[in-house]
């Protein structure tokens, strides 16, 4: 069993090795990797039920907004419309935040006891930063638990370094990285256009509004 291999499931044979983790208790990588995608994986559901909630506020505010221009009362409308403009953008930056945290979840998962991990957790970890800077201002709780679960999986990549003995190239993870959060996107982009009806009310206020301008 290579040494990676024993790191990764923590079966080391290593007398000083033995000595260090009494003196230090070591978990094996294998479990650290798994504590850190369930995390993971809880703060795309907190990202998840933070969205719900915005969902009901968008529906109510659509409403407001029919309601408004069905009473030609344009400039309500149109108050109702920009406010509810804004809150799409932050659900569409939620929604890309989430399937970007999901991605990097399913993508960790990949990682198997051949040594694949620093390859995997590289671009990981751009994303996560990508998506931290995103919410932490809409989510600012999210802030100290992202930045926990990229120290444990910089422990991981270190370990796992050492391990195989690899120096790490993070240019080609930033390709990889732009990939995943371009994919994640499109998606949230596709299902915000079938989950939200289109804000036709606001553009015929527009219209409208110029008519009369």
Avoid: C
């Amino acid at each position: 069993m290579s040494k990676f291999s024993k790191e990764w499931e923590g079966t080391s044979n290593n007398v000083m090795d033995k000595v260090v983790g009494v003196v230090r208790p070591q978990q094996p990588l294998k479990y650290k990797l798994s504590l850190a995608i369930k995390r993971i994986e809880a703060q795309a559901q907190a990202l998840e039920n933070a969205i719900n909630s915005m969902a009901q506020r968008d529906k109510s505010l659509f409403s407001k907004v029919v309601d408004a221009y069905s009473e030609h009362d344009m400039k309500r409308a149109t108050v109702y419309a920009n406010e509810l403009a804004e809150l799409r953008k932050t659900i569409n930056l939620m929604s890309n935040a989430r399937l970007a945290l999901e991605r990097v979840a399913l993508r960790l998962g990949t990682i198997t006891h051949l040594g694949n991990a620093a390859s995997v957790i590289g671009p990981a970890l751009e994303i996560l930063r990508d998506v931290r800077s995103g919410i932490v201002g809409i989510m600012p709780n999210a802030e100290h638990e992202l930045n926990t679960i990229m120290t444990m999986l910089d422990e991981i990549m270190i370990e796992s370094g050492q391990a195989v003995g690899s120096s790490f190239d993070f240019e080609p993870t930033s390709e990889e990285a732009q990939k995943i959060i371009e994919e994640a996107a499109l998606v949230a982009e596709e299902r915000m256009k079938s989950k939200f009806p289109e804000l036709v009310a606001s553009k015929a206020a527009e219209a409208e509004g110029e008519k009369f301008g």
